[in-house]
């Protein structure tokens, strides 16, 4: 039997070079968020004495569940364990060139949740599920990592996110981290790509929770995928503004999976004309839009700037 180790917040783990377990840092977007939904992505963040040359990642759908020699399980109380689909893994973080000899990197594994996971409902009287993941190493086992499971948390994809390898070139400034925000021909809505008014944009999301579709963990989305009736969507115009809860007549154009990928969530919107008096994107006023969207229990929002 491996002994356990520790659990440690991101950046104040030692370095242990006696055990070769993995060793969980956190998990979420940044850690040590924990708090997830049915079929989120998310990425954990380990500690381990596997050392990657290259990022490795998915190649096919189903997603694997095994991915690099990595395994991730969930475990819970009202179920038996699941094995975690995998999308990608990577060292977000490499040991010094003149670092300790015992020094482990830190390694990010990308993966979903899977859907079998029994979100607590808020004011529910059903007894609470306890649930947490384990990562195994070449099969060597980490301590349990507990999640906070709820029926949805809605996250607008970000270009902060940890859920994918880096790209070459210097570190994203964290103070300027976009929102998946599409055009209709499938660019990127920037300060330079302006959206515009009475045209739609396409918010892509992460955590809105389960669909009709009961799809397996892992799965690609179908063409065309199931809408999500019950999420909710809005359009605030001004300098900077705040997401907010949207109201429950705010009905996007269509909420659901977005097809061909696992996971992932779109949400397409109609523009409005700003008011009158809306500030144009410049100079302290990077975003003079934010569309909120929300589902039963969570919301976030997508800034951007929006032409007239």
Do not use: K
Request: with cysteine; proline share 16%; hydrophobic share 40%.
């Amino acid at each position: 039997m491996w002994p356990p180790v520790r659990l440690a917040v991101l950046g104040l783990l030692p370095f242990l070079g006696a055990a070769q377990v993995p060793n969980v840092a956190g998990a979420g977007y940044r850690a040590p968020t924990v708090t997830v939904a049915p079929g989120q992505i998310v990425s954990v963040f380990v500690r381990t004495a596997t050392h990657l040359s290259e990022p490795v990642t998915a190649s096919q759908f189903p997603l694997p569940t095994t991915l690099a020699g990595f395994t991730v399980v969930l475990h819970q109380t009202f179920a038996g364990p699941v094995n975690v689909p995998l999308l990608a893994v990577y060292t977000a973080e490499a040991c010094p060139a003149e670092g300790p000899p015992n020094c482990r990197p830190l390694t990010a594994i990308s993966l979903q949740i899977p859907f079998e996971l029994a979100p607590n409902v808020p004011g529910s009287r059903r007894p609470e599920n306890f649930a947490w993941l384990v990562v195994l190493d070449q099969g060597q086992p980490s301590e349990p990592l507990p999640l906070s499971s709820v029926p949805d948390n809605a996250h607008v994809v970000n270009s902060c996110d940890a859920t994918t390898p880096p790209q070459p070139g210097p570190p994203v400034n964290p103070d300027s981290c976009r929102p998946a925000v599409t055009h209709p021909d499938g660019s990127l809505v920037t300060a330079e790509n302006p959206a515009r008014a009475g045209q739609p944009v396409t918010i892509y999301l992460y955590g809105l929770g389960r669909t009709d579709e009961r799809l397996p963990s892992g799965a690609a989305s179908p063409a065309p995928a199931e809408p999500l009736t019950d999420v909710r969507a809005a359009v605030a115009y001004g300098a900077n503004p705040p997401a907010a809860r949207p109201g429950a007549s705010g009905s996007p154009a269509f909420a659901g999976l977005t097809p061909g990928l696992a996971g992932l969530y779109q949400v397409n919107v109609l523009l409005a004309a700003p008011p009158a008096g809306t500030p144009a994107c410049g100079p302290g006023i990077p975003a003079n839009a934010t569309v909120s969207v929300g589902r039963g229990y969570s919301f976030a929002g997508a800034s951007f700037c929006v032409a007239p």
